[in-house]
Nanobody, 115 residues
């Protein structure tokens, strides 16, 4: 099946930057949308950004102008560049691949923004 391997999470200070990566492997031919979600303890899981196979991007209002989602088809990888990070960005970030009739989730990576 499709597998997603995430990397790039960590601990950063407010105003700092971080880049998350999500590499897909397996039967990836049917993936048509890649997404980044985040969830803080006690909070609803939130869609942060998405990108279609055609390159169309969507962002949550809370991250618009600070985060950028991009994809590298040759590497089967999607990225989330996070700039001007705020403490409220602290969460577990999850990569999700949308296939026809089936979703695949990554393992999640912790992002902590604190001074």
């Amino acid at each position: 099946q499709v597998q997603l391997v995430e990397s790039g999470g960590g601990y950063v200070q407010p105003g700092g930057s971080l880049r998350l990566s999500c590499a897909a492997s397996g039967s990836i031919g049917s993936i048509y949308v890649m997404n980044w979600y985040r969830q803080a303890p006690g909070k609803q899981r939130q869609l942060v950004a998405s990108i279609t196979s055609g390159g169309t991007t969507t962002y949550a209002d809370s991250v618009k102008g600070r985060f950028t989602i991009s994809g590298d088809n040759a590497k089967n990888t999607v990225y989330l560049q996070m700039n001007r990070l705020k403490p409220e960005d602290t969460a577990v970030y999850y990569c999700k691949a949308q296939l026809v009739g089936f979703n695949v989730w990554g393992q999640g990576t912790q992002v902590t923004v604190s001074s």
